[in-house]
């Protein structure tokens, strides 16, 4: 990996777009420690350190931890995450959307559009949620200071057009990276912000817990590390064989591929549909915590502290579900089987049509079981973690957190190598 970069740096047209990234990822870093106009930053900081455990903190993650701070680029890039999976799953749901989708580069510059559309909806939703949270009082918990210098509801719409505004910036800037820079912009933006919290929460579990506990984490965190690139690399390969066929007086056909199916078809996005669903009752208890009702006492009991095994237990099983509903989704045997029916392709011992689709349905059924498991197991590492050394959300080997920053690291290297490759390869005559 270093010495993919060391080389990198040595030619001129990549030099020139990883420091074109890191420009980029220098002006986001630097707007999400500015504070949103309004806000008591002195009282803020003070409420912060108090935090133990959250009920954003997915959302606080994928900021880098400016959620909580209530900065310009405070809603990270959750909203345009959140667009982008609701429009994968409107392409099955609606004939329009998927129309457009087989259209190729015309159609998918659409979905975009659509997307970036969604994005500052949601965003608009999202910073007037927090900022409303902020104004009462209930953003943050054992707080006793105000968060805000004016309850005034112009405070309360210069906040919320501001961090709107910042979520749009976010898009420019990672549309910036995908369009001159290496790697995909998007992904590279919440790789920055994971990672911008590793080094301060290490430094915490060392000061907090002593150092036999840190050098623990680290070693622990280490084998993590390994097992998600190796099941991140893992994939089951189904051989395919094309036959032979006479196009006018040419022959084509007769080579053979494979379908790669990997054990982690999903990524990343049970998880955070997991984390999304039960933050939304959590975050529905914070607007009612004054409230003596039972189903807000029940929230809080089991629903917004990760230590509760009620709350690992519903984690762990909406991620299992949501791991088998993505794949369903995104991946089509019906589809698959007969676009290699059409250009003469199947699978060898396997008839094609019907037989393939249904062999197809078994290896992704089979094969997504230990990805679920493995997303589950991965995704409960800091909620255990918060049990056995008390550990707050901000633990920094969270599953969450490797699974992108393993999943970026790993395909942003993969870029840099193949275009070195195109620049310098030898061949097999040296």
Known sequence: MLSAFAN????????????????????????????????????????????????????NLFSGGALLQLTIFALGIMPYITASIILQLLVVVIPRLEALKKEGQAGQTKITQYTRYLTLGLALLQATGIVALARSGNLLQNCSGSLLHSDSTSTFLVMVVTMTAG????????????????????????????VSGFPGSLWAVGKSKGWWVFAVVILIGLVVIAAVIFIEQAQRRIPVQYARRMVGRKMFGGSSTYIPLKVNQAGVIPVIFASSLLYL????????????????????????????PLYMLAFFLLIVFFTYFYVSITFNPEEVADNMKKYGGFIPGIRAGKPTEDYLSYVLSRITLPGALYLGLIALIPLIAFVFINANQNFPFGGTSILIMVGVALDTVKQIESQLQQRNYEGFLR
């Open 167 to 194: 979520t749009a910036v976010i898009m420019w800037l990672g549309e910036l990276i995908t369009d001159r820079g290496i790697g995909n912009g998007m992904s590279l933006l919440i790789f920055t912000q994971v």
């Open 281 to 308: 009752p959590a975050m529905a208890a914070q607007f009612n915590r004054d409230s003596s009702s039972k189903w807000v006492v029940f929230i809080n009991d089991y629903l917004v502290k990760g230590s509760h």
């Open 8 to 59: 990198a740096f040595r030619t001129p047209d990549l030099r020139r777009k990883l420091l074109f990234v890191l420009m980029i990822i220098t002006i986001f870093r630097l707007g999400s420690q500015i504070p949103a106009p309004g806000v008591n930053v002195a009282n803020v900081q003070e409420c912060i350190g108090s935090q133990t455990n959250s009920a954003y903190s997915l959302i």
